[in-house]
């Protein structure tokens, strides 16, 4: 992967951000994200995958450091200007307000003035909600208000998405249609794609990974390279074995016993 | 919902002309001599005004409220600013100022309410914004602290100004007359104004501060603008004629039940809606008993509260 014959859309150049004096910290924090690049991000809780979403998206400010989109600072973009180039989806969605799903969709085009190529319906269809346009988000389950937020997403038409565990509450159906939704979008449009994400075998199936520990990068690059047995045992604590397919696919089995568990037993 | 919508236009303007035409003695449009049109002018009609700009002023800002703060059970006297001007314009009527004139009472409040919706702003901030549940708290606290030295006040003057002061406190739309309408139309209009202009930002700060930034729009500078403009219109409608329950916190639930969450269309509904339930019910409270007037923010409640439980044992009025 030769990241360096692509463009690079975000650039985080030393980056670092604390939460308070004893809040989790990120440091030093430098990698960019090139045009049509998938990268997963995977960590233990508390490792710092959303704040290094945040940071991406402009949401926190760095300490020290910078974040450039598109060669520019990240900071100097007007508002409206920024949603147009990157779109962030929270983890948590806490929504106690009867809107609509096609309302809500329908925000994604707040940053425009002359709505972009999609519209709301196009990006309902995209993710299977057409039925429920009309119903109100406050009445899905979990799974379906994490679509309905992904065709928000969808509808803003950001070249560069930063998504905070968009698997999270979606059935397996639901997580292989949208990973392949994104790919189908990257075929379209180009789009880059920086995830947090839970489960490392769907890690496995990105262009990159990086892998975080307390704020700092431990590994970044392709999966094959950065997912060691034992990178994973350092970020995770615990143990797994990486198997392989007859076609060569890597999968990761997880051991059931912890690493402490184990020394405890001995 | 534009249809409902327009059904709101319309039912308020219908409210409008009732009002101004039905009452103690109905007054025929078509067969004015110089009494009726003199009861028209120069009574009726502030006092429908004033009405109105109160009830537009509640709706709106109790929508406004409940989508900055993030909670269905926000109103406009849930900050304090309510409390804070009653205790200002009681101050007022007992220490019997009259350096403004007939306006004394009304700028008192207004002081109050104004000076009141700083404190809680400062108090809501930190880290360089407004924090919903900060605001809330300050707001909560400080309301108690100002209903709390009223109470004192009250308990210990033995003036005559204390049934006046209560008649404010409880809503008093008897009072109302042209002078005061201008600087209502003034301050409602514009936090109307502001609040359409904002009412994208508003809808993506329901969604939160994350989402709010994601679709362009800074989450703190768009928070201040609205608490501003709430704190402006709160404060009109209370040195307008004093406190009326039940607007503030249930007509946007009654609004958003028939017209959605949209606030593009959930604000200017609910300030109509607001403007005519305040109207309808000061036109009860005027000719019900006559010549005996009661209190418009009695009516409210006792019209209001059936049909707001009635709707919710239906879906969605609430979130709930």
């Not at chain 1, 704040?51 to 900071?75: E, R, Y």
């Not at chain 1, 994490?146 to 698997?167: C, K, S, V, Y």
């Amino acid at each position: 992967m030769s990241s360096a014959s692509k463009p690079m859309i975000l650039e985080l150049i030393d980056a670092c951000f604390s939460y308070g004096k004893n809040g989790h910290v990120v440091d030093n924090l430098a990698f960019s994200v090139g045009e049509g690049e998938f990268i997963g991000l995977l960590g233990a809780n508390g490792s710092g995958k959303s704040t290094i979403l945040k940071l991406g998206s402009g949401i926190l400010k760095p300490s020290a450091g910078k974040i450039m989109l598109w060669g520019k600072q990240l900071q100097s973009y007007r508002n409206k200007d920024r949603a147009k180039l990157i779109s962030y989806l929270p983890q948590t969605l806490d929504i106690s307000v009867p809107f609509t799903i096609r309302e809500l969709v329908g925000m994604g085009l707040y940053p425009y003035d002359i709505p972009p190529a999609i519209t709301p319906d196009e990006a309902l269809d995209m993710v299977g909600l057409t039925d429920k346009a009309d119903a109100h988000i406050t009445d899905l389950s979990g799974g379906e208000k994490r679509r309905t937020f992904i065709a928000m997403t969808l509808l803003q038409g950001a070249g560069l998405l930063l998504l905070d565990e968009p698997l999270a509450n979606l059935d397996i159906k639901y997580q292989i249609e949208l990973v392949r939704l994104l790919r189908t979008l990257r075929g379209q449009r180009n789009i880059s794609v920086v995830m947090a994400l839970h489960d490392i075998n769907i890690g496995l199936q990105f262009d990159k990974v990086m892998l975080i520990k307390n704020g700092g990068i431990l590994g970044f690059g392709r999966p094959e390279d950065v997912l060691t047995e034992s990178s994973i045992t350092d970020a995770f604590d615990i143990e797994v074995k990486i198997l392989r397919q007859t076609d060569g696919k890597a999968y990761v089995s997880y051991q059931e016993n912890y690493r402490k568990w184990q020394g405890m037993q001995k | 919902m534009k249809i409902n919508f327009f059904l709101i236009v319309l039912i308020f303007f219908a409210v409008l002309a009732i009002s101004l035409f039905l009452g103690p003695t109905p007054i025929n449009p078509l067969a004015l001599d110089g009494t009726t049109r003199e009861i028209l002018i120069n009574i009726r009609a502030p006092r429908i005004a004033v009405a109105v700009l109160m009830g537009m002023a509640l709706g709106a800002s109790g929508a406004v409220l409940q989508g900055i703060l993030r909670n269905p059970l926000a109103d406009p006297y849930i900050l304090g600013i309510s409390s804070g001007a009653s205790l200002a314009a009681a101050i007022g009527i007992i220490g019997g100022v009259t350096i403004f004139g007939t306006f004394s009472i009304p700028v008192f409040a207004f002081a109050g309410a104004v000076l009141t919706g700083g404190i809680v702003g400062v108090m809501g901030w930190k880290r360089g914004g407004l924090w919903p549940e900060r605001l809330l708290l300050a707001g909560v606290g400080l309301s108690f602290l100002f209903s709390a030295l009223l109470m004192l006040i009250m308990s210990v003057s033995r003036d005559e100004g204390i049934r006046r002061a209560m008649l404010w406190i409880f809503g008093d739309l008897s009072m109302s007359d042209w002078e005061r309408v201008p600087y209502g139309v003034l301050f409602v209009f514009g936090g109307v104004a502001i609040s359409l202009w904002r009412a994208k930002a508003l809808n993506a700060l329901i969604l939160g501060d994350e989402f709010a930034h994601s679709l362009g729009f800074a989450p703190q500078t768009e928070r201040v603008l609205l608490f501003i403009s709430v704190g402006l219109m709160t404060a009109a409608s209370v040195s307008l004629g004093g406190m009326i329950g039940f607007i503030g916190l249930l007509i946007p639930h009654i609004a958003r039940f028939f017209i959605g969450s949209d606030n593009r269309l959930l604000v200017p509904a609910s300030a109509l809606g607001g403007g005519a339930l305040l109207c309808a019910a000061d036109l009860i409270a005027r000719s019900a008993l006559p010549p005996m007037e009661l209190p418009a923010g009695i009516i409210t409640a006792i019209i209001g509260s059936p049909y707001f439980l009635y709707l919710l044992r239906r879906k969605n009025v609430l979130s709930v």
